[in-house]
């Protein structure tokens, strides 16, 4: 959930929009989106003349993803434990433009950073064209090599998107500590801003080439904002972004990550003694922060989901991939120490009892 400062922010613009929408939301709170923007840029660290406000990370991706230039046979590379709206962006271009999708699987968790770098480039291919990378998975929470799969692609001429879904305002890092060409991120999960808010960064030089979702007039060819021809939108969600960076900042990222990797290791070095169990996430900080996966043999993840929940009301996400299964815990900076040791506590009782029928 978003911190009151942020509901309550975008509550109030909400109100203001609709006293006089053609005056109070088109003339007095859009154009506040620019001051968003910058620091939105800033705490990215880019120009502002690169980042392009979205409604999350999917409208983000599908702008690279349906408005890069591609041809019948050419190939884009990913990976099997991308999310599943991507994969389905990509299928869904590979049966209108008939380009080819190559998946790269990899195991949970993989023996190291180098081995998914390896991977990646194991699988280009001469007509390789694209490469959607994971900045971090939001099965398993792994952090992939990003920097080092960018400077490849960009050596072979193949354009390289970043899915950031769960990275941005999680862990510390800037573009420079990326150095990608297209970036996309929802701001409703780890910046805790209202829900329909993302961002799409483009390197400048690639703004021209990538045409928008939405049409946009040929003037807007080589601006930002023709990433932003969305019709009509509600102001309140875009403005509030900033009460969401003010709270962020307020905390400050160095702090907030190391408290996010203390919740998941306080609870993944426990349940790990378990018998049967197995944390699918690295411990590495390179490799992780706050998201992880773990399992237990013999017990179905979804059942235990349901269980946590309808008896203890404890969320978590029961995963079932096709290449294996498990339960992602994800804290925030609101979760006490207390919910994470009766979340392990209940864990361990199922683990030494069963389910309940």
Not at 210 to 233: C, Q, V, Y
Not at 290 to 312: C, M, T, V, Y
């Amino acid at each position: 959930p978003s911190p009151r400062v942020v509901q309550e922010a975008m509550r109030r613009y909400l109100e203001f929009s609709n006293e006089a929408p053609v005056h109070t939301m088109w003339r007095v709170l859009e154009p506040q989106i620019e001051s968003v923007r910058r620091r939105l840029a800033a705490e990215f660290g880019c120009d502002p003349e690169e980042m392009a406000i979205t409604r999350n990370a999917s409208e983000a991706l599908e702008i690279c993803i349906f408005g890069l230039d591609l041809k019948p046979g050419d190939e884009v590379l990913t990976t099997t434990q991308d999310y599943p709206r991507m994969l389905t962006s990509w299928q869904q271009r590979e049966r209108r433009d008939k380009i080819k999708v190559n998946l790269i699987s990899f195991p949970v968790p993989p023996p190291s950073s180098d081995d998914l770098y390896e991977r990646f480039e194991r699988a280009v291919t001469p007509r390789t064209k694209a490469i959607l990378v994971c900045h971090i998975t939001n099965l398993t929470g792994q952090i992939f090599p990003v920097k080092r799969i960018c400077r490849m692609g960009r050596e072979r001429g193949i354009e390289v998107i970043v899915d950031g879904a769960h990275a941005f305002a999680h862990f510390p890092f800037k573009h420079s500590d990326l150095d990608c060409d297209y970036y996309g991120t929802s701001l409703h999960k780890w910046l805790l801003a209202p829900h329909g808010t993302g961002f799409l960064y483009v390197r400048k030089s690639k703004i021209r080439q990538l045409w928008p979702l939405m049409a946009a007039d040929k003037s807007l060819d080589e601006n930002i904002r023709k990433f932003e021809e969305i019709g009509t939108h509600p102001a309140a969600n875009h403005n509030a972004i900033a009460e969401a960076l003010t709270f962020h900042e307020g905390i400050g990222i160095e702090r907030k990550a190391a408290r996010l990797r203390y919740l998941k290791d306080r609870w993944a070095r426990r349940l790990e003694k378990l018998k049967g169990a197995r944390i699918l996430t690295p411990y590495d900080p390179q490799q992780s922060c706050g998201l992880a996966n773990f399992s237990i043999e013999g017990i179905d993840p979804i059942k235990l989901g349901a269980q946590l929940w309808d008896r203890h009301r404890i969320i978590v996400t029961p995963i079932v991939h096709t290449e294996f299964s498990g339960v992602r815990v994800t804290p925030n900076v609101y979760t006490t120490l207390a919910e994470i040791d009766y979340f392990v506590d209940t864990v361990e009782k199922v683990a030494r009892n069963g389910l309940s029928a």
